[in-house]
């Protein structure tokens, strides 16, 4: 491919060299460079890719993307020099793939709870109403019936461009994609054409990234705000950030509501560890989710799959076949009677629902037993706030390691620990060792007692000190209980 093809619709500010140059394929790593690619330089938050600018040329690049013009030019390297790399790199990707996007019917969603839940139910749900569908989240990658492993919740954008053409190469018709707030901040979304934007909640998450909440919220917000005309705006109303997501937006303004008044609406009939009986405009239906967030995201899937051209009736039909998603209040039963419940929860507000959906559903004579860590080189502040959720709506806590990462796991434990307070002391042990502390609980549970992990939920690995090691929270307490009880 031309080099002055992939720069369609770039703003370019200089040029040194030809455009007129047949390019391999783009990169960013400078370490994946091969003969006769374009390397974008992009200024990253732990490395800057300017500096690798020379490797890169070293390993074949002729062409070099960059914000800043290096001293000396090397001879026969084109350079093109303009503000935004990240934004560069978006329009460069799609235009590359030949702009995929624009021959699939791509929906975003966003917000800080229930992004994969939505994504992958939609999916579920579209395939059984019969089409070729695709998925970008957090869980996995699927082209149809093709899966892929993903490493982030929005993947850089060569990735999902090469996955949207992977899509659209299948025949697909439907895509639905998690968009996280690092990807938009960091322009990968940009360039990529979408004709529905769903926003489901906004609450405390990635102050390591932000700086505020306030910039967390307007980052989100510039999403709905670049839809297109001809797309869909559905927003959570019932959460009060979800009419500032539709302030400037163009799109077609929507809402869906449990408490407020929506243009899709829904009232919890029954609400069991079975699943939750609903109401949705007039129609009940039974699903097989739990909780009043899980009402939320089931309205969300019901206003998108009709924003889309279902029928109403038919999406209701499909909504009841819809499995749950792994490591989303995903729970066994042991043979004594105890319940075991995965969920991925790590912010306080998603600790929060699953803490009260599970009070909602007992019957007080059991316990309630959280085993609940938090993430190494992320928001701290979130430490003690998670700690006092969770010792406040459990009857026993047990504080442990999540995925550590680069930090000293016993501290991120005390760190959570000053978040509770005097009269819930008690109530709280701390062990390091997830699995051992996965173990205590189950030691800890009598007969009809029930046992929350939160945190992990899909993933199988614990990250420490930069190695992931083989862990997975539901294979784990299913092992323990029925070897305890036999």
């Known amino acids: 491919m031309i080099l002055k093809d992939i720069l369609y619709k770039v703003a370019i500010e200089a040029v040194h060299g030809s455009t007129e140059i047949a390019i391999n ?12 690619d374009v390397f974008v330089a992009i200024r990253g938050s732990v490395s800057d890719g300017h500096d690798y600018i020379q490797k890169a040329i070293e390993l074949g690049a002729i062409a070099i993307v960059c914000d800043t013009f290096p001293e000396v030019f090397d001879k026969g390297i084109t350079y093109i020099q303009l503000k935004d790399t990240n934004t ?6 799609a235009n590359y793939f030949g702009n995929p996007s624009d021959q699939l019917k791509l929906v975003g969603i966003t917000g800080t709870n229930g992004k994969t839940t939505i994504a992958s139910l939609l999916y579920q749900l579209f395939k059984k109403a019969g089409y070729k569908v695709g998925l970008i989240s957090t869980v996995k990658i699927l082209v149809d019936n ?14 999902i461009n090469h996955y949207l053409a992977e899509m659209r190469n299948e025949g697909v018709e439907y895509c639905f994609m998690e ?25 405390h ?35 009060k950030n979800g009419a500032i997501m539709l302030q400037n937006t163009i799109a077609s303004k929507r809402t869906y509501a449990l408490k407020s008044y929506a243009d899709y609406k829904a009232q919890i009939l029954e609400n069991q560890l079975s699943g939750l009986l609903l109401k949705v405009e007039g129609n009940e239906v039974w699903v097989k989710l739990i909780g009043t967030f899980n009402a939320y995201n089931v ?22 076949e819809l499995e749950s998603v792994s490591g989303r209040f995903q729970f066994i039963v042991s043979k004594t009677n105890i319940t075991a419940i995965v969920d991925y929860a790590h912010t306080p507000d998603a600790l929060e629902n699953v803490l009260k959906t599970t009070n909602d559903i007992r019957t007080k004579n059991e316990q309630l037993i ?18 006092s959720i969770a010792s406040q709506l459990s009857d026993k806590v047990i504080l442990t390691s999540d995925n550590p990462r680069n930090e000293d796991p016993e501290t991120i434990i005390k760190e959570m620990e000053t978040g509770v307070s005097a009269e819930n002391y008690r109530k709280v042990l701390s062990i390091t060792d997830r699995k051992q502390a996965i173990k205590t609980a189950c030691q800890l549970a009598q007969p009809n007692d029930i046992i929350l992990i939160a945190g992990k939920g899909h993933e199988t690995y614990q990250e420490v000190n930069g190695v992931r090691h083989d862990f997975d929270d539901m294979k784990i307490v299913k092992e323990i209980l029925e070897q305890l009880h036999k």
């Not at 560069?88 to 990707?93: E, S």
Request: charged letters at 25%; aromatic letters at 10%.
């Open 25 to 36: 394929k783009i990169e960013f790593d400078s370490r994946k460079v091969e003969k006769n």
């Open 88 to 93: 560069a790199l978006a329009f460069m990707a």
């Open 146 to 159: 093709i899966e892929y492993k993903a490493t982030h919740t929005t993947p850089d954008s060569i990735t």
């Open 179 to 203: 968009v996280s707030s690092h990807g938009i901040h960091q322009k990968r979304t940009e360039a990529l054409h979408f004709v529905g934007g769903v926003f489901t909640n906004l609450s």
């Open 205 to 239: 998450d990635h102050l390591d990234y932000h700086p505020t909440f306030a910039e967390y919220r307007d980052v989100k917000k510039s999403f709905f705000d670049n839809l297109p005309k001809n797309a869909f705006a559905l927003v959570n109303s019932d959460d």
């Open 299 to 320: 309205l969300a899937i019901y206003g998108t799959a009709v924003e889309l051209g279902l029928d109403s009736l038919e999406t209701l039909r499909l909504l009841s």
């Open 370 to 387: 959280t085993v609940v860590g938090c993430g190494g080189n992320r928001d701290k502040t979130k430490r003690p706030i998670m700690a």
